[in-house]
Nanobody, 123 residues
Framework: VQLQASGGGLVQAGGSLKLSCAASGRTVINYAMGWFRQAPGEEREFVSAISWSGGNTFSAEFAKGRFTISRDNAKNTMYLQMNSLKPEDTAVYYC?????????????????WGQGTQVTVSS
């Protein structure tokens, strides 16, 4: 499975971005997926996860109310809609998939990773 993250960019504080994660190589319809991020000088951290069906989601506290994770299994693609962005959201955002249907927050439980997309929020 290859994952391609896209949609990052430079945005002013308060703005919005929508990230996409396109899977190829095989269908990820049975895989839970997630978003992580890594700010400069920091460890990678969990952002949000979604079950295989999209029926269950879970987000980190900083993302709740601002970020929405979703997926379109027909398109083999996952999304992260980010609103009310803050300078502290600046990071490289990575998408990941695991070969199980249940969503988890642990980074080590994910089997496949995308290359990351840079999100920069200016104040």
């Amino acid at each position: 499975v290859q994952l391609q993250a896209s949609g990052g960019g430079l945005v002013q504080a308060g703005g919005s971005l929508k990230l996409s994660c396109a899977a190829s190589g095989r269908t990820v319809i049975n895989y839970a997926m997630g978003w992580f991020r890594q700010a400069p000088g920091e460890e990678r951290e969990f952002v949000s996860a979604i079950s295989w069906s999209g029926g269950n989601t879970f987000s980190a506290e900083f993302a709740k109310g601002r970020f929405t994770i979703s997926r379109d299994n027909a398109k083999n693609t996952m999304y992260l809609q980010m609103n009310s962005l803050k300078p502290e959201d600046t990071a490289v955002y990575y998408c990941a998939a695991r070969t199980k249907s249940e969503m988890v927050v642990e980074e080590k439980s994910y089997n496949y990773w995308g290359q990351g997309t840079q999100v920069t929020v200016s104040s």
